[in-house]
């Protein structure tokens, strides 16, 4: 059976890049009726945290990448977390095999200078050794190379002698990460090993280990990193780069997902939900090609995604990511009146690609106090035209009986007939006056949305507000 994995490092928040990794590895495992595992690599004590590993799960989990095996989860095996492997002498218990088989030994340094071995010995004694002033160390044979067969960049060779002895359990005890990702993908019998090239140096020592300790190694496929603009790795200079991030400023986990899958395998389509491609997935359709991270790209795709979204589905996900960010209140008022939101939201999605963007849009139907942009008051409420134009809106409103969008229309442009003031200050007057913005959904809908009462109600606010605006200037 195939089994791939994913196994982050709880010191940070989840990368997208990690995301692209653990993405093409669920897909193929789900593609073969295989299983997809979790595992936390955990052993950078000083920086890893329970609370980064909760939130990897979390955002994993948003992001729709469920695991047959993991810290929660467990199967076959007992151990999820390299420390739990560790705590149980797991990894010294290989080392010292190796060490007993003459392929490592104990590298003892000076207490003075921590880079210069003084002794390399098969065995500990109180005489030869301090506290913390060892490490085990694997033996390189010079000779021959290593060859292997990358799925993606196919054969590769590295020359042994270019290769000297190296750490694998260090003088605090832990495990370095070349000898435990063996160890672990070993006993967790792994038999797929899809991760970024930044990893391709790591294989060479790898298979050494694998070597020494008589084992088959899985298969190695090494993708292409994603990368900045200047076409470096991606990283917080480009761009926040965390799920988190995404998830907060209001992206949808399909839309993120999409995006990422688009970044390195070859698909007939654009936009599509990645659980309908799996039968469609194979490791022959991952491009070898570098691939640049286009934040504008991102948001088209996942805007293309939230507009194809049932508007009662949407509601649902808008109210989910209100909860998220901690804006109950917003959450509350929609709840209130789910008809009136669905209404809101269903006129507001064609301008926005983000939940962000449809808070931003949606928001001022909500609320009794219009917060009105500085760029609507300098250039319409301090003119001298806005007072009688208002006036004669809210006469026109008060006895329209026609709330469609033709019939809100009919009296916008019966009162721009009038010429008060030009067509255009007319109609940004009006969708100012009502929203408090001069960017909106489109003004008939929105007048249509809003009703009577609440268009009545906001032109009589901006009326005073004009009218002391004027007073205060005399």
Same mark, same amino acid.
């Given at each position: 059976m195939?089994r791939?994995?994913f196994?982050p490092?709880?010191t940070?928040?989840l990368?997208?890049g990690?995301?692209?990794t653990?993405?093409?590895n669920?897909?193929?495992?789900r593609s073969?009726s295989g299983?997809?595992?979790?595992?936390?690599e955990?052993?950078?004590?000083?920086r890893?945290?329970?609370?980064f590993?909760?939130?990897i799960?979390?955002?994993?989990?948003?992001c729709?990448?469920?695991w047959d095996?993991?810290p929660?989860?467990?199967?076959?095996n007992?151990f999820?977390r390299?420390?739990?492997?560790?705590e149980?002498?797991i990894?010294?218990?290989?080392a010292e095999?190796?060490i007993?088989?003459g392929?490592?030994?104990?590298?003892?340094?000076?207490?003075?200078d921590?880079?210069?071995?003084?002794?390399?010995?098969?065995?500990i004694?109180?005489d030869?050794?301090?506290?913390n002033?060892?490490?085990?160390?694997?033996?390189c044979?010079k000779?021959?190379?290593i060859v292997f067969?990358?799925?993606?960049k196919?054969?590769m060779s590295?020359?042994?002698?270019?290769?000297?002895?190296?750490v694998?359990m260090k003088?605090?005890?832990?495990?370095?990460y070349n000898f435990?990702?063996?160890?672990d993908?070993?006993?967790?019998e792994?038999?797929?090993?899809?991760?970024g090239e930044?990893?391709l140096?790591?294989?060479p020592?790898q298979?050494?280990?694998?070597?020494l300790?008589?084992?088959?190694?899985?298969?190695?496929?090494h993708?292409?990193l994603?990368l900045?603009h200047d076409?470096?790795p991606?990283?917080k200079?480009?761009g926040h780069t965390?799920?988190?991030f995404?998830?907060?400023?209001g992206?949808?986990n399909?839309?993120?997902?999409?995006?990422?899958?688009?970044l390195g395998?070859?698909v007939?389509?654009e936009?599509?939900?990645?659980?309908?491609?799996?039968n469609e997935?194979?490791?022959?359709s991952?491009s070898n090609?570098?691939?640049?991270f286009d934040?504008?790209?991102?948001?088209?795709?996942n805007?293309?995604?939230l507009r194809e979204?049932k508007?009662?589905d949407l *509601?649902? =996900?808008?109210?989910?990511? #209100?909860k998220?960010?901690?804006n109950?209140?917003?959450y +509350?008022k929609m709840? %209130?009146?789910?008809?009136y939101?669905?209404?809101?939201?269903?006129i507001?999605k064609?301008?926005?690609?983000?939940?962000?963007?449809l808070?931003?849009?949606?928001?001022s139907?909500f609320?009794?106090e219009l917060d009105?942009e500085?760029k609507?008051?300098?250039?319409?409420l301090?003119?001298?035209?806005?007072?009688p134009?208002?006036?004669r809106a809210?006469?026109r409103?008060?006895?329209n009986n026609?709330w469609?969008?033709?019939?809100t229309?009919?009296v916008?442009?019966?009162?721009?007939?009038?010429?008060?003031?030009s067509?255009?200050?007319?109609?940004?007057?009006?969708?100012g006056?009502v929203?408090?913005?001069?960017v909106t959904s489109? *003004?008939? =809908?929105?007048l249509?949305v #809003?009703?009577?009462?609440?268009?009545?109600d906001?032109? +009589?606010?901006?009326l %005073?507000?004009?009218e002391q605006l004027?007073?205060?200037e005399k």
């Open positions: 195939i791939c994995r196994a490092s709880p940070g928040h990368h997208v990690g995301v692209r653990a993405l093409f669920w897909l193929y495992a073969n299983k997809f595992i979790l595992r936390i955990d052993t950078d004590i000083e890893s945290t329970g609370a590993e909760e939130q799960l979390m955002s994993l989990r948003w729709g990448l469920d095996e993991g929660d989860i467990k199967g076959m007992t999820y390299q420390s739990e492997r560790n149980k002498g990894y010294l218990h290989y095999k190796l007993d088989e392929y490592a030994y104990y590298a003892i340094y000076d207490p003075n921590k880079s210069k071995i003084v002794k390399k010995t098969s065995s004694t109180d030869n050794y301090n506290d002033n060892y490490t085990i160390n694997l033996k044979n000779s021959g190379e067969n990358d799925l993606l196919g054969e590295f020359r042994k002698d270019t290769f000297n002895d190296f694998i003088s605090n005890g832990l495990p370095t435990a990702v063996v160890i993908d070993h006993l967790m792994i038999t797929h090993v899809i991760r930044d990893h140096s790591n294989t020592r298979l050494m280990i694998y070597d300790l008589g084992w088959d190694p899985p298969e190695f496929m993708i292409p994603i900045g076409r470096s991606l990283s200079r480009h965390s799920v988190e995404f998830r907060k400023e992206y949808l399909k839309g993120l997902m999409n995006y990422l899958a688009l395998w070859t007939d389509e936009i599509f939900d990645f659980k309908d491609k799996i997935f194979s490791l022959n991952i090609k570098p691939v640049i934040y504008e790209k991102l948001e088209w795709v805007g293309k995604q979204m508007i009662s *509601l649902i =996900e808008y109210g989910n990511w #209100l998220f960010i901690g109950t209140d917003m +509350n709840t %209130d009146d789910q008809s939101a669905k209404n809101v939201i269903d507001c064609p301008k926005v690609n983000t939940l962000m963007q808070y931003e849009f949606s928001s139907f609320t009794n009105f500085d609507f008051v300098e250039k319409f301090k003119k001298e035209w806005i007072i134009l208002l006036e809210i006469e409103f008060d006895n026609d469609s969008i033709k019939g229309e009919k916008v442009r019966d009162l721009a007939e009038e010429r008060i003031t067509k255009k200050n007319t109609f940004q007057s009006i969708r006056a929203t408090g913005r001069l489109g *003004l008939f =809908e929105t249509s #809003l009703g009577k009462t609440r268009v009545l906001r032109l +009589n606010n901006t %005073d507000m004009a004027q007073e205060d």
